[in-house]
């Protein structure tokens, strides 16, 4: 059974101040450390800042894989709790990106930056170092997207081209295998994906029709249990989804590592890697056997990422 963060916190100072800094809702902490290595002050040791998904929750995406990496001082990148209050922040992916610039050129005020982000967060992060680049002009060594490209992009395939749906037909067995299609349950886990998104899909249309300004963020209920959520942090998620949809990257010019899982969707092919070499001269796609969107930073599978990421980080760190 794996530990819960109140275990994780008592063992592991860094993961305490992760847990602090979540639970409170005044908190407006942007930046918070992962891993111990994160709360020592030797600047010889590199530092990974990490941009959270949809959740907001920077803390919790990457708690295993930044344990998984003790020589690498790993920084989670949160939306900060007294901030989702606001119904301005989030709005759009530029206006979060500066926010969160802000705060990181302040808690790292010299030298290179390594940032990535999960999902959400490798958007985020995309453009936080487009803002640091151009504008602070800070040098980025690497930008880590773990299985996420932007949507609104003409680099990917279109649904009916040939390829992609070879791609679509490809992938489906794994899928299958992945789901467990002959266990018991299956069909009834079928049906209720099916249900919330067809739900998703009326709610949507219906705020379309209505003029809703936000009629894309009610997408997010098709394949996220938002029940789980209050409603402030509810409200932030579908702000911020309907900003992913809304922005157009721009050609970014440094180095980007991609982590792609390798079981897609049934009804959709992420295209993750094809389209960071449609943005990015130069692009390194690794992909992790076996996962999904969802378990490719979770245990077991994180161990073989933070295997041949940390590496990597190194290499940087001396170059």
């Not at 344990?67 to 206006?95: C, N, T, Y």
């Not at 249309?205 to 789980?228: C, K, N, Q, T």
């Amino acid at each position: 059974m794996s530990a819960s963060p109140a275990d994780d916190a008592r063992r592991n100072p860094a993961a305490l101040q992760t847990l602090l800094a979540r639970v409170s809702r005044n908190s407006e902490r942007v930046i918070v450390p992962i891993n111990d290595c994160a709360l020592c002050d030797d600047e010889r040791a590199p530092s990974l800042y990490c941009v959270h998904a949809l959740s907001g929750a920077g803390g919790a995406d990457f708690a295993d894989l930044g344990r998984l990496m003790p020589d690498v001082r790993f920084f989670g990148i949160q939306a900060p709790p007294k901030k989702m209050w606001d119904m301005a922040f989030g709005g759009s992916v530029e206006a979060i990106a500066a926010y969160y610039v802000s705060a990181l050129v302040k808690f790292q005020p010299r030298g290179p930056l390594m940032l990535g982000g999960w999902s959400a967060g490798a958007i985020i992060a995309l453009e936080m170092a487009q803002q640091l680049t151009k504008i602070h002009c800070r040098e980025v060594s690497v930008l880590v997207a773990f299985d996420a490209a932007p949507e609104n992009s003409a680099a990917g395939l279109r649904p009916w081209h040939p390829l992609y749906l070879v791609e679509l037909g490809r992938n489906l067995p794994a899928w299958f295998a992945q789901e467990g299609i002959f266990e018991q349950g299956f069909l009834r886990s079928l049906w209720r994906q099916v249900a919330k998104k067809t739900v998703a899909l009326g709610k949507t249309a219906i705020a379309h029709a209505r003029g809703d300004s936000l009629a894309a963020g009610f997408a997010v209920e098709g394949f996220m249990d938002l029940a789980r959520f209050p409603p402030f942090q509810r409200s932030f998620m579908k702000r911020l989804y309907d900003a992913l949809l809304r922005y157009k990257p721009e050609r970014y010019a440094g180095r980007v590592l991609v982590y792609e899982a390798e079981v897609k969707p049934p009804y959709r092919v992420p295209q993750v890697a094809r389209i960071w070499r449609g943005i990015a001269p130069s692009v390194d796609a690794v992909c992790v056997e076996g996962t999904t969107h969802l378990s490719i930073l979770k245990t077991p599978h994180v161990r073989a990422l933070a295997e041949d990421l940390q590496p990597r980080i190194m290499q940087l760190q001396r170059h």
